[in-house]
């Protein structure tokens, strides 16, 4: 059998999670980008493709 050759591409998503204290649904996803900015561990790359891919509030049991 004769071989091609063939351009294949291959994305990747992957999430983290913030657990932010904040005034509001808006400030809270301010400061979990601002979060992004400050962590070491992730890429440049990773950074500005970063996106909200949802916020809701929970109850955190410390406070």
Known sequence: MKTK???VEISSTTYR???IK???KEKAE???LDA???DWEISK??????????C?????NKD
């Not at 790359?45 to 949802?54: G, I, L, P, S, T």
């Not at 809701?56 to 955190?60: D, Q, R, T, V």
């Open 56 to 60: 809701e509030e929970f109850k955190y």
């Open 17 to 19: 999670h913030y657990d």
């Open 36 to 38: 992004v900015d400050e």
């Open 45 to 54: 790359a990773w950074k500005q493709n970063a996106e909200v891919a949802y």
């Open 22 to 24: 904040a005034e509001s």
């Open 30 to 32: 301010e400061l979990a």
């Open 5 to 7: 050759w063939y351009q």
